[in-house]
């Protein structure tokens, strides 16, 4: 019987432990999208304890502890940080099957060389090792990502965000980390609550120094906006959303709804489904103009407990997975950008484990002239566990090239998250294996060896054009 978290963790065959620790555990991490806090990094925080590098802003743990019963005072509340560890270390030996239970152990492994099982009769004396370690220079959050081997960290950043802390960081020439940021402009079609969105498009505009009255001034500022963060090292887009419309829109059309949601009536459903394409799509086009990348993240249904969003607020663990479609909006938003010759490299996630095959099989319809120009992101949110990475791996090999994915991401605020990348680097090199050992793949270290080399490091290295 082996022992938890030995060497050869998740690796079952001779060919699968070579391919992991000759070929991909040294690989360095290009992380090209997290939520990591820029100002974190730029000023190279220095974390009093493990619950602020740990827990602070983890909805995984926070769904966890509450399905252990534990009170949400400990989770979002009032709490004091060893009281809300405690909490945390009462819920790891019920996460048995679950994510969690891997990731907290290799974290405290990786991090601070810890072996004990957390638990309440060892939190008191892993909550005072971690402290100590967490005191020391080498422990800040640069010194966290540099023990990782984290070349280049992208954040997530709104089109409004002066990147102040990204420029702190720039000017600094920091030796452990590269930092670049994200555009990210959900807000700027987000009609959820008419209110934030005019208070939005307002601030919109003053980041530029003008005023937004209409359709056309909103592209005006957005690809200012775009332009700004292209000059401040960004190379990627994200958008977030439940699908993708690709609804056939005017300038005309958008700028109706637009002044109608400014004078502020709710547009209905079809205006707001127009809205979101017209955004998306006219971004779109100016990633592809840029040369970016353009990340989709689609199918979380959002804070679906509403008595929890009005007491906690989002983004606090109350989301799930959505059964949308995705087929028809997302071929015509991809179609209609190609049609031009305006489709930029493309990386698609989706959330519903049911829809792997169809992304899988919907970026084989738009490639050409940059190899895996669309992409099959990684397993997301929900499947960033062990199946979900061997469904996603097995569709996209199945569907498209594995040979050409770009592997792996945190998706992450937790400077503690990266040993997610040697979960996912294992997970994939047991995949591997056991098509070598089945006779499925030949045992060629000639093509075995590069493949697992570009999924973990030079795919995205080759990829994105990060300066």
């Given at each position: ?16 432990r ?32 493990l ?25 979002t ?60 220079p ?15 960290v ?18 600094q ?6 930092m ?21 498009i ?43 419309p690709?609804?056939?829109?005017s ?15 709710m ?68 179609g ?15 959330l ?21 120009k ?55 090199c047991?995949?591997v ?35």
């Amino acid at each position: 019987m082996k022992s938890f978290l030995d060497d050869d963790f998740l690796l079952s065959t001779s060919t699968a432990r070579r391919l992991y620790h000759e070929v991909a555990a040294k690989q360095p991490i290009i992380d090209y999208h997290n939520h990591l806090p820029p100002a974190d990094i730029a000023e190279n925080r220095q974390f009093a304890n493990l619950f602020e590098a740990w827990l602070e802003g983890d909805h995984y743990k926070w769904r966890a502890m509450r399905t252990a019963g534990i009170e949400e005072r400990y989770c979002t509340g009032d709490a004091s940080p060893k009281e809300k560890f405690d909490a945390w270390a009462a819920t790891v030996p019920l996460t048995l099957g679950n994510p969690l239970y891997h990731w907290t152990h290799l974290e405290l492994r990786r991090y601070f060389g810890i072996t004990d099982l957390l638990s309440p009769d060892t939190v008191d004396n892993i909550w005072k090792k971690a402290n100590a370690k967490l005191a020391k220079p080498e422990y800040s959050a640069r010194g966290l990502l540099k023990m990782m081997n984290v070349e280049l960290v992208c954040t997530t950043d709104d089109p409004a965000d002066d990147l102040a802390q990204h420029q702190t960081h720039r000017a600094q020439r920091s030796p452990e980390v590269i930092m670049l940021p994200a555009f990210r402009p959900d807000k700027a079609h987000n009609f959820a609550d008419l209110k934030a969105w005019n208070s939005y498009i307002e601030h919109l505009g003053d980041s530029t120094g003008s005023s937004i009255t209409c359709w056309d001034d909103l592209v005006e500022v957005l690809m200012f906006r775009h332009a700004y963060f292209h000059e401040n090292g960004c190379r990627v887009s994200d958008h977030g959303v439940e699908f993708v419309p690709g609804t056939d829109w005017s300038p005309e059309q958008a700028d109706t709804v637009m002044k109608k949601a400014l004078m502020g009536e709710m547009p209905d459903n079809d205006e707001i489904l127009l809205f979101r394409s017209a955004v998306m799509e006219s971004c779109g086009r100016m990633d592809a103009a840029a040369g970016w990348v353009m990340q989709i993240h689609l199918g979380a249904l959002r804070s679906v407990n509403p008595g929890k969003l009005i007491e906690i607020g989002p983004d606090t663990g109350f989301d799930v997975i959505g059964d949308f479609p995705q087929a028809s909006g997302l071929a015509r938003h991809l179609g209609n950008l190609d049609r031009d010759d305006m489709l930029p490299k493309t990386i698609l996630y989706n959330l519903n484990p049911g829809d792997n095959d169809l992304i899988g099989s919907m970026i084989g319809a738009f490639q050409g002239d940059i190899p895996g120009k669309v992409q099959f992101g990684s397993g997301w949110w929900f499947n960033d566990q062990k199946d979900g990475i061997i469904r996603q791996l097995t569709s996209l090999a199945n569907q498209g090239l594995l040979s050409k994915f770009v592997g792996m991401l945190t998706d992450s605020r937790s400077f503690l998250s990266f040993p997610r990348h040697e979960y996912f680097r294992r997970i994939l090199c047991e995949l591997v294996g056991g098509w070598v050992e089945n006779g499925e793949i030949p045992n060629d270290p000639e093509l075995l060896d590069p493949m697992i080399e570009g999924i973990c490091y030079t795919n995205a290295r080759d990829y994105f054009s990060f300066e």
